[in-house]
Every structure is written in structure tokens, then in C-alpha cells.
């Protein structure tokens, strides 16, 4: 019961365009593969196939450039833009038994292979069809699917509502993740919400953003964490002597944007570092450092209950 993505089941990632589906699940399965912890469950090592039905070949490769992942250690390939419902069913059966039996296979833009995702009578057969392929192979099958679009504020309560459609998708699968913005602005805010609802088990929630280089959405960290890091740059700042941005940003693995954007808060905001000729930046004599206490990071764990 304590996992993702069972196999012999078929599991949905909604949310709307662009909030990191292909992102976040692209990065769990090569990570799982790997046997790394991934949200505080242990990877299994398990064979992905990631099968595109929406985005077209040089996208998904600057994708995985910026995922940090070889296009060539990834199984990969392309479903048909004429195959839908049980045609696309075949079509996937085909990817499976052509790739030598994969044990998870992720299919990107799942909700274009069904005629009308809001009609039951398209979905059901598409989602019935790949239960049975599910149990056949004793795979796990992924499908990433759009949100219903809504006005700011206006979205349904039940986290497994959130899905495109009819439905049918919700209903017919075991694990229901859903990735959202935290806020409902323009779709360009920095945090997430993941909610993973399993069908035998509680559900989880975590808080995502994208990692300093851009390569994965992780936990956001916590106001200590942040505090610490934080503490950390400004002591390497005092120490460096004159600096440019590049050896800021490599020192501390950060992207471009994210470096530009503390070192000039430092500058024009809390007035800790000056800019001197070359590019280069002189942390202020007498500037304070961040401080962090000691106890910021402990959580207690100890609480005793009746």
C-alpha cells in the first residue's frame, strides 16, 4: 500500500498546461530507476517507457536536456497523431511488447488519444481497454491528462474533479495526481501543489518548485532551510573577495535568472554588496551576515499522545 504507481494498474497526472506533468513524472521514473528516495518512497528500479502523444520530438529533447537526462539512457518513442481509443490501445500494446516489456509506461497527453474526453462512451472504452493491458503485462501505465479550465477561484472541491473531462478518467484509475499552482494567477507562479490520492491509502501533499538549475520540481524548502542557504551564500560573499556573477552561480548551482536576482536584491535592496568595474561585486564592510539560530531547523518528533 506504500507506494506510487502500483503495477497492473492504470494511475492519471492532471493539470493544466505547463504546471510540470512531463517534468515531474519524466524525473520520478529516471530517478526510481535509479533506486534514489523520491517524496520519501524508495525507488524500485523500475523499467520506464515514456510514449508522446502531444509534443513533438525537438521539444521533448530540450526537455530532457534541461531535465538533465541523456534523450539516449531514456526509452522513448511516439504514438501516432491518427491513432484514438481502442486503435491507440493497440498501438501502445505494441510499444510495450516492442520494448521488451517495460514495467511503467508513461504516456504523455493521454487525453488526446479519445475522440471527446467528455464523453464516457470515448473514455471509458480507452480507459477499460488500457486497465486490461495494465493487468496483462503486469506494467503500471501513467497517463498524463489536462485540467478542466475554470475562472480564478472557480474549481472544483474534490481533488479527483480536477481532471479534464468525463469522469470516467478519475474513476477508472487507482492513483490520482494532480499538479497545481498554488495560487490562481496567470500561470506563471513558482510554487506548486502536488496532491498524490491513492485508492487504499492516505493521500499525500507536498509543496513543489523547481530546482536552482531548472532539472526537477522538488519540496520546497522549509523558512529554516531557506535561512541556512541564505547564511551560507553571504559567508562565501564576505570571504570571496571581488566576484562576478559566474562564480556566484556555479559556487552554488543556480541558474542564471535565480543569481541575477539575489545578488541584486543584495545590491539595491538589503545593501550588503556593492558593484565595482569588470562585472564584479565587493561585499559592504560592515554589512551583517544572515543569522540563523541554532534550534531554527529542529522539529520535534518527540510529541507524546494518549
Avoid at 462512451?121 to 479550465?149: D, N, T, W
Avoid at 477561484?153 to 474534490?158: L, M, Q, R, T
Avoid at 479534464?164 to 495560487?183: H, M, N, P, Q, Y
Avoid at 570571496?240 to 536576482?261: I, P
Wanted: negative net charge; contains cysteine; charged residues 25%.
Amino acid at each position: 500500500m506504500d507506494g506510487w504507481f502500483s503495477l497492473g494498474r492504470v494511475h492519471l497526472v492532471g493539470g493544466s498546461s505547463g504546471v510540470g506533468k512531463t517534468t515531474l513524472i519524466t524525473k520520478v521514473l529516471v530517478r526510481q530507476e535509479q533506486g534514489e528516495i523520491v517524496f520519501g518512497h524508495e525507488g524500485l528500479k523500475r523499467r520506464p517507457l515514456v510514449l508522446f502523444a502531444d509534443r513533438g520530438g525537438l521539444s521533448n529533447t530540450e526537455t530532457l536536456l534541461r531535465l538533465r537526462i541523456d534523450p539516449n539512457d531514456l526509452q522513448m518513442d511516439y504514438i501516432s497523431a491518427e491513432a484514438t481509443g481502442l486503435d491507440a490501445v493497440q498501438e501502445i500494446i505494441a510499444f510495450i511488447e516492442g520494448y521488451d516489456l517495460p514495467d511503467v509506461v508513461f504516456i504523455e497527453a493521454a487525453d488526446a488519444l479519445v475522440e471527446d474526453g467528455n464523453k464516457p462512451q470515448y473514455v471509458l472504452p480507452f480507459m477499460k481497454g488500457l486497465q486490461r493491458v495494465a493487468e496483462h503485462y503486469h506494467c503500471a501505465i501513467i497517463l498524463s491528462v489536462g485540467a478542466p479550465k475554470a475562472r480564478n477561484g472557480d474549481k472544483h472541491a474534490a481533488q479527483r474533479d480536477r481532471i479534464i473531462g468525463s469522469e470516467k478518467w478519475a474513476r477508472c484509475a487507482e492513483d490520482v495526481i494532480t499538479l497545481e499552482f498554488v495560487s490562481d494567477g496567470n500561470g506563471t507562479e513558482s510554487t506548486r501543489t502536488l496532491t498524490v490520492q491513492h485508492r487504499n491509502a492516505p493521500a499525500e501533499i507536498f509543496a513543489l518548485v523547481y530546482a536552482e538549475d531548472g532539472s526537477e520540481l522538488v519540496e520546497a524548502p522549509s523558512p529554516a532551510m531557506e535561512a541556512s542557504d541564505q547564511n551560507s551564500r553571504e559567508e562565501w560573499m564576505r570571504t570571496a573577495g571581488d566576484f562576478n556573477k559566474e562564480a556566484f552561480k556555479q559556487r552554488f548551482k543556480l541558474s542564471g535568472s535565480r543569481a541575477t536576482a539575489i545578488l541584486n536584491g543584495l545590491c539595491d535592496g538589503e545593501k550588503k554588496l556593492r558593484r565595482i568595474k569588470g562585472g564584479k561585486y565587493r561585499w559592504q564592510r560592515g554589512a551583517l551576515l544572515a543569522l540563523v539560530r541554532p534550534d531554527a531547523a529542529a522539529v520535534r518528533t518527540d510529541t507524546k499522545t494518549d
